[in-house]
T-cell receptor, first 114, second 113 residues
Framework: DSGVTQTPKHLITATGQRVTLRCSPRSGDLSVYWYQQSLDQGLQFLIQYYNGEERAKGNILERFSAQQFPDLHSELNLSSLELGDSALYFC?????????????FGQGTRLTVV | SQKIEQNSEALNIQEGKTATLTCNYT??????LQWYRQDPGRGPVFLLL?????KEKRKERLKVTFDTTLKQSLFHITASQPADSATYLCALDITGGYNKLIFGAGTRLAVHP
């Protein structure tokens, strides 16, 4: 158990809909990262938050948005969903104290758009 | 453009042999490089981290090398076991300190009894 909790584990929704994925980082971790992994694809970096502030953006679509709340949990909002958005979405957290440490990943949310 | 390359083909080896996986990168100057293991449908799990001023790092049966001149890291698993079968991902920290980890596509390792 990595200590990172993602909910829900599975999500099936229709095209055009909007969903929210939730991530609770490990206790004490200030950084949260979101990644998308499509079938047989690598992990695509979407966005990073540190202590409530956006720190880095990757290949995140304009239809997607995220935020990190004061209690450090994070949500990834996906709207106007398309079939191609079907993927595993991972959240990871790290201490990010300035000394590089590993990232701890949650078990992911499997999103299926039908 | 910036790229991280790992062997896309699966690596098949016999139990007990040493598995060697390669990670090459271009147009990055990472301060750190990390290796993760991912099992199907699961989140990646951290294995090893190596800094740019380190040539080699070991942990039990695992060894990582980091050559910043060649822009390459090698990941070795000695005395491999079927339980080592998984996809192995390399990740570069390209900002240092804020863990902006960019991942390679991974190499699938299959260890046969």
């Amino acid at each position: 158990d990595s200590g990172v909790t993602q909910t829900p584990k599975h999500l099936i929704t229709a095209t055009g809909q909007r969903v929210t994925l939730r991530c609770s980082p490990r206790s004490g971790d200030l950084s949260v990262y979101w990644y998308q992994q499509s079938l047989d694809q690598g992990l695509q970096f979407l966005i990073q938050y540190y202590n409530g502030e956006e720190r880095a953006k990757g290949n995140i679509l304009e239809r997607f948005s995220a935020q990190q709340f004061p209690d450090l949990h994070s949500e990834l909002n996906l709207s106007s969903l398309e079939l191609g958005d079907s993927a595993l979405y991972f959240c990871a957290s790290s201490v990010a104290t300035g000394l590089n440490t590993e990232a701890f990943f949650g078990q992911g949310t499997r999103l299926t758009v039908v | 453009s910036q790229k991280i390359e790992q062997n896309s083909e699966a690596l098949n080896i016999q139990e007990g042999k040493t598995a060697t996986l390669t990670c090459n990168y271009t147009n990055y100057s990472p301060a750190y490089l990390q290796w993760y293991r991912q099992d199907p449908g699961r989140g990646p799990v951290f294995l090893l981290l190596i800094r740019e001023n380190e040539k080699e790092k070991r942990k039990e049966r695992l060894k990582v090398t980091f050559d910043t001149t060649l822009k390459q890291s090698l990941f070795h698993i000695t005395a491999s076991q079927p339980a080592d079968s998984a996809t192995y991902l390399c990740a570069l920290d390209i900002t240092g300190g804020y863990n902006k980890l960019i991942f390679g596509a991974g190499t699938r390792l299959a260890v046969h009894p």
